[in-house]
């Protein structure tokens, strides 16, 4: 089901504000993964503000669809999507990184309202998701279960020990999504450790696959909508994506993986998404 | 420019500019180019382990295995079976706790030669929180036979270890921080040796047993406690986790009747476990206390903040020395009757 004009402009300036949010953080924590968290927010802010049932005023609403970011060090955009959606107030992101916070660059589902399960060691998110899928299946409950994976994340074997087990046990209330930047730490996803034949490699491992434009609120929506749909096996969305999405001067860059500006950057930075933003309207 | 320093000895002015890690892999390259056997193997953390400088200079005997630390490891061993001597960097907790099988069983187990140097230590990345911190690796490293492992003050002794570290037989683990720390030493030649503690000042009233980034703290707390208290404080730089230096320890319990250890690191099965261990084999009665993180998953924060909070800066250390001063011990000369 396509958006109507009305959704795709609320997400939009969703991903917008989050975008500025990003920015925000970043300075106030004194540096983060600011290229990793850039690169998902169109994914997240899909998710939260069209897809997800959940309730920012009762976070622990039994019946509420669950979300792993595997790729736990996109706390830097995972974090505004959280406060944007209302778990909490976005002022409270000033203390990010600083002595006793509830926020650091990896998110505490303790500590942080609105976070299902806690991530940032590489790997973990996927086995989580389909725990939680098969406990839904299990009792019988209708939420979904999704889940954000790094590309280069899926260097990690757990990763496929997930993914097998998935379609083994024919789980199809999970959803996950990778977020194919094509970039890691070291360098470029194919240079540093290959991945590709990469789709392929899913179907091998029983997964129906979509490939996507990771910064399409339309696909990404149609392709979650698809993946809710699909009976036979679990499906796995890859999102094609740009690390550093919305900064000219981060884009596409492994540089900024993780960095920290100063106000002159940051200022270039938001100049940059505005510009986007503007461009989009 | 911290990567063009050359040369074969390291000074406090090279070890100010540059991180343990930048200096352990400068020290790495110069041993590749001496002995043409060593490899280096890294896990997408090329650049922050510092590794990557090994790589740079010598691509061929260099493995970036992507982000798989359990195969990183296990394919360490193979090459060691296979007659190389691999060098192994990723951060502390996915070595001990990702990899902590293929460490044990395929590198311990099989006692090859197999040297691993662990960055992010400890809380030394405080604001990434529990999933980077490693306050388990020392209790975890430990309990593994055949290993040796390490933790070296600052980035001087890092350089000693990892030069060390090549002639010592089997696996050995080195632990180094996020690599920001300030370093203790001036020089290198001060006489590291693996196993044996370092001596950094004299005393007789308490002895601080400190490793890594407390031992810089220790000797600093050490000298304001002599100026305001007169406490002739022992300060023992214990690099060397295990194997330990007994008789050092031995020394401290009938020489200074009091020890109080401080580490980055769990109080359960670090620095601190091992002095306990000796202690009360010794049968010797001493006011004891071991300082690190508590049984809980840290706080976030910068690590100066933390470990001010943990009681492992100068200030903490003043503190606690000053409450295990005011413990009892049982008094008895006579030590030739106990056990
Ligand atoms: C088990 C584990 N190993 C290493 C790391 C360090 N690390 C953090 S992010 C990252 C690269 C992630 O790349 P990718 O999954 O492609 O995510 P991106 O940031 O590119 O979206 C690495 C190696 C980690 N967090 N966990």
Known sequence: MALTQTELRTLEQMAWQVRRDIIDVTVWAGGAHIGSGLSMVDILVTLYFHILNVDPANPDKPDRDRMVVSKGHGGVGYAPVLARKGYFDFETLKTFNQFNSPFGMHLDGRKVRGVDVSTGSLGHGLSMALGLALGARLRNESWYTYCLLGDGECNEGSVWEAAMAAAHFKVTNLVTIVDRNRLMIDGGTEEVMGVEPFADKWKAFGFITKEIDGHDFNQICQAVTEAHAEERAPVLIIANTKKGSGVDYMEDNVKWHYGSMDSTLADQARASVDKRFNRVN | ?339
Request: charged share 25%.
């Open chain 2, 1 to 339: 420019m911290a990567e063009e320093v050359t040369g074969t000895t390291w000074t406090v002015y090279d070890a100010n500019s540059m991180t343990q890690a930048e200096i352990y892999g400068h020290v790495l390259c110069e041993l590749g180019e001496e002995n043409p056997d060593i490899v280096g193997l890294s896990a997408d953390l090329a650049k922050s382990t510092k590794i990557g400088l090994f790589g740079d200079r010598f691509p061929e005997r260099f493995f970036n295995v992507g982000i798989a630390e359990q195969n990183m490891f296990g394919v360490a061993a193979g090459l060691a079976k296979a007659g190389l001597l691999p060098f192994v960097s990723t951060m502390a907790a996915f070595t001990s706790m990702r990899a902590c099988e293929q460490v044990r069983t395929d590198i311990c187990y099989q006692n090859l030669d197999c040297k691993i140097i662990a960055t992010h230590g400890g809380i030394s990345f405080g604001t990434a929180g529990s999933t980077h911190n490693a306050t388990e690796d020392l209790a975890i490293m430990r309990a593994m036979p055949n290993m040796t492992v390490i933790v070296p003050a600052d980035g001087i002794e890092t350089a000693n270890a990892v030069r060390a570290c090549v002639d010592h037989p089997g696996p050995v683990y080195i632990r180094v921080g996020r690599g920001f720390e300030p370093t203790y030493y001036e020089t290198e030649d001060y006489g590291f040796e693996i196993g044996k503690a370092v001596e950094l000042s004299p005393g007789t009233d308490i002895t601080i047993i400190a490793c890594g980034v407390t031992v810089l703290q220790a000797a600093e707390a050490a000298r304001v406690l002599k100026a305001e208290d007169g406490l002739s404080v022992r300060v023992l730089n214990l690099h060397t986790i295990k194997p330990l230096d007994e008789a050092a320890i031995l020394r401290a319990v009938t020489e200074t009747r009091r020890i109080i250890t401080f580490e980055d690191h769990s109080v359960i099965g670090g620095l601190g476990t091992a002095v306990a261990d000796v202690i009360a084999a010794s049968g010797k009665g001493c006011a004891f206390e071991k300082v690190g993180i508590p049984d809980e998953f840290s706080l976030v924060g910068y690590p100066e903040d933390l470990y001010a909070h943990y009681k492992l800066d100068t200030n903490g250390i003043i503190d606690r020395v000053r409450a295990v001063m005011g413990k009892d011990f049982e008094e008895d000369e006579n030590w030739d009757d106990e056990v």
